[in-house]
């Protein structure tokens, strides 16, 4: 079956301005994971949804960065007015519940490249 | 807090040899998950395999070892008869068990195989 999928692969915006990434899980996967990725860094976790609720949104930068989920499935991370600190790689993870299987490993998007100018 | 340290930024090896990357990690919840990933070129993570805290043997797949030293808090993965295509960026990553799951990174050990 399709895997998450991410739009758009590549972003290049000015400073200041909004972007919105999106990130479709795959199908029935009921929870879903933002993370980022600096140039030569590891992953960090942003942000994640149960459903269409974030019960832990401890790993956002600031309150420049929002995300919402609708219908438990696409969700929406936002960036308003954009530093050059925000370029990034945005990816996003899903797995079918919590403890559905006993890996349960996350299974990832191919991300989003965002470069603020 | 969950911490995950990978010490090597790179390594080099010949094609055909085995390769141990290290991942040390730090927590205190005693039941958690430990990942490897691997990261081509193409950006996309690949997951390899999984070793649970409780697993009482070291967990393999194909290839892939992970060298669990519970009391050192390692996990390392070891891979056998290393292939050009394992040239990748390798990142160990921990869950703890009963939470929201979500995963705390290491830093990455980049991987490049020399024929």
């Known amino acids: 079956g399709a895997g998450v999928s991410q739009s758009p692969s590549n972003k290049v915006t000015e400073k200041g301005k909004d972007v919105e990434l999106r990130c479709d899980p795959i199908s029935g996967h009921t929870a879903l994971y933002w993370y980022r990725q600096s140039l030569g860094q590891g992953l960090e976790f942003l942000i994640y949804f149960q459903g269409n609720s974030a019960p832990d949104k401890s790993g956002l930068p600031s309150d420049r960065f929002s995300a919402e989920r609708t219908g438990g499935s696409v969700s929406t991370l936002t960036i308003q007015r954009t530093q050059q600190e925000d370029s990034a790689v945005y990816l996003c993870?899903?797995?079918?519940?919590?403890?559905?299987?006993?890996?349960?490993?996350?299974?990832f998007g191919p991300g989003t490249r965002l470069t603020v100018l | 807090a969950q911490k995950i340290t990978q010490t090597q930024p790179g390594m080099f090896v010949q094609e055909k040899e085995a390769v141990t990357l290290d991942c040390t990690y730090d927590t205190s919840d005693p039941s958690y998950g430990l990942f490897w990933y691997k990261q081509p070129s193409s950006g996309e993570m690949i997951f390899l395999i999984y070793?649970?805290?409780?697993?009482?043997q070291n967990a393999t797949e194909g290839r892939y070892s992970l060298n669990f030293q519970k009391a050192r808090k390692s996990a390392n993965l070891v891979i056998s008869a290393s292939q050009l295509g394992d040239s990748a960026m390798y990142f160990c990553?921990?869950?703890?068990?009963?939470?929201?799951?979500?995963?705390?990174f290491g830093t990455g050990t980049r991987l490049t195989i020399i024929p």
């Open positions: 070793q649970g805290s409780y697993d009482q």
């Open positions: 993870a899903s797995i079918e519940s919590m403890g559905a299987t006993y890996y349960n490993e996350q299974f």
């Open positions: 990553a921990m869950r703890v068990n009963f939470g929201n799951e979500k995963l705390t």
